[in-house]
Each structure stands twice: as C-alpha cells, then as structure tokens.
C-alpha cells in the first residue's frame, strides 16, 4: 500500500494527507507537501485541512439532530422560516428537499466552469454569518418543481444551515459544534476564517505549485455548504461515531445512507447529505474547491475507511483512485 500511493505522490505532487483504516485499525497513515508554501511548513498528520462540501453531511447531521430533537421536522417547509425573505423559493419545499439535492430551487454557486475562477457575486469578505448569505442566495429562479429530479445544489445547504439558525435560535456554526462534533470526538473540527487561518491549518492553493492561495475565491467563514476544517483523524473517528449512533440514532443514520437518488452522471447515488455508491455499500464525503479536493470513504461491509485531503485544487483525485483499485471500494 505505501509504496503504491507514494509512487502516485511522485507522479503527481500530491499535497496532504492519506490515511486508511480497517476494522478499527490504521494500516496507513501519511503526509506530503507543504502547509504553507511560502514559510516551507510541511503538512502534518494532524494539519487541519479545508473539506469544500465535506460540510454538507456535517450539515445533514446537525439539521438531523434538529429533527429528532422537535425543532424541525422532515417535512417543515423553508417557507415557514423564512416568512418573505428568499420569495423565489416555492412554498412547498420542505428540509427533506433540500436535504436530497431534490428542490428544484436556484443556485447560488452552479457546478460548473474552472473551479480556480472567481465566481463569488459579491466580495468574499461579506459572507461571515449564516444570514450575510441572503444577499446571494436571493434571485434564483426556481429550476423545477420539489421533488420532482435530483440536482446538485450549493445554495440549498446553505438554506438549511439559515432554516436551522431560525429554528434553533442558535448560531450555525455552534449548533454544528455542539450536536455533531463534540458527540463524535472531532474536536480538530471546526470553521475557520481563510483570512485568519491558525498556525495548524493548511493555506488553499490553485494549482500543483506556485504561492496563489484561494483566498479570494471562497466565502471568508463558510456555512452550509462548505468551509470546515477537519483532520484525517478526525475524520476517521467521524465514521465511528455515526455508525456507533453518538450522532444521530441508528434509525436516521440508515435513513441518511440510503439511496433517494440516482446520480447517473457521476455514477453514484444520494442520500440525505451522503454520497453513495451506484452499486454495494460504499458511502463518503467529498469536496472539491479552488484549493481544496478530499473525500472520505467508509465501506461499512469490509470495514475500510480512508481519507485523503489536500491543500490543492485537483490534489486529491489520483490518489484516490489508486487507493479504490488497491482496497477495491
């Protein structure tokens, strides 16, 4: 195993970190590349890295929590949270929508073009707070009717971290912390400032070498959609805990990893914030930004889990592969 993905760490510059586990135990654990280029900090096993849309499950979660707690329900719909804010949205969208990528509203950030380009509507320095997204996420003609197809959608997780806030009468960022972090143990978890990163976290860079950080391209503090840090063992422990029940009931959990959706272009399936595989068991997180790739993967049938994170744009991808043909998940 060491030697093949570090023959796919020469090849390609791969920055960050690989770890794989099996049956509670690590058989790999490494880092590669630099944290911080410019000051020629090396990557740790413990740098906490940016995970891009690692965060929705996170979200998934902590809307989850909400539900089983009273606050929300499945079929609340965003409108009664809403009041008159965010008008284009259809009033019977409801959290399950949004939670299965299946509510047909606009999006704020789309899937496409160059992920190093500048897309942001708005200076990256106003998006801070859950609310401060309003200004973006407004505007978006709905795309098609709730319910009726899957569609990736960016915006609709921010949706839910604002649906969550008004419920709970709480912090986003906090709720997140308090009902899925610290019940799983992730205490390296959490979202950071890109303008203020601490001395552990590893900077975002647009391309295989070069000092240009993604700084500019992304929302200061993210919210729903992305902007969590995590480590490698953090997320290893993550995977424990959902599916020991600290986090959610074992119930939620199956109806979370279950598929809603097929995902044919990307020959995978959905299910309530959970990537799947389009056949087996397989489930994982994955984000993909200007300056951050990563997926994390648990195979609940061999017990296998690996994660691989890094601090550049198209970093993660080879290794992942070699790591997919060497486990076969």
């Given at each position: ?91 019977d969208v409801t959290i399950e929508h949004l939670l299965a990528h299946r509510s047909g509203i606009g999006d704020y950030f789309p899937e496409e073009g160059d992920i190093t380009d500048y897309v ?178 648990h195979k609940p049938s061999s017990s296998i889990t690996y994660t691989v994170i890094s601090n550049w744009s198209d970093g993660a991808w080879p290794i992942i592969k070699v790591l997919n043909d060497q486990l076969g998940v």
């Open positions: 195993m060491r030697d093949v993905v570090e023959g796919a760490v020469e090849r390609t510059g791969f920055s960050g970190v690989v770890r794989v586990d099996r049956a509670g135990a690590t058989e790999f654990c490494a880092a590669y590349g630099y944290a911080d280029r410019a000051h020629r900090i090396l990557n740790t096993v413990e740098t906490q890295f940016a995970t891009a849309s690692g965060t929705k499950s996170l979200t998934a979660l902590t809307v989850m929590r909400l539900v089983e707690q009273g606050t929300l329900e499945l079929d609340t719909t965003a409108r009664s949270l809403l009041g008159k804010d965010l008008p284009l949205i259809a009033d942001m509507p708005v200076p990256v320095h106003e998006l801070a707070t859950t609310e401060q997204f309003l200004q973006v996420l407004d505007g978006h003609q709905t795309v098609s009717p709730a319910g009726e197809r899957f569609t990736y959608n960016n915006g609709g997780y921010v949706v839910l971290a604002l649906l969550a806030e008004r419920a709970s009468g709480t912090d986003f960022h906090q709720l997140v912390r308090t009902l899925v972090c610290e019940p799983a143990g992730m205490s390296d978890t959490e979202f950071l400032r890109s303008d203020e990163l601490p001395g552990r976290a590893a900077r975002g860079y647009l391309s295989v070498d070069g000092l240009r950080t993604n700084v500019f391209h992304l929302p200061v503090l993210g919210s729903g959609d992305g902007g969590i840090y995590s480590t490698a063992a953090d997320l290893s422990t993550f995977w424990d805990a959902l599916f020991a029940g600290r986090i959610v009931s074992p119930e939620h959990v199956a109806e979370m990893v279950r598929p809603h959706s097929d995902w044919p272009e990307e020959s995978r399936r959905y299910g309530l914030g959970f990537h799947l595989r389009a056949t087996g068991d397989g489930v994982w997180l994955e984000g993909y930004d200007a300056g951050v790739s990563f997926a994390s993967l």
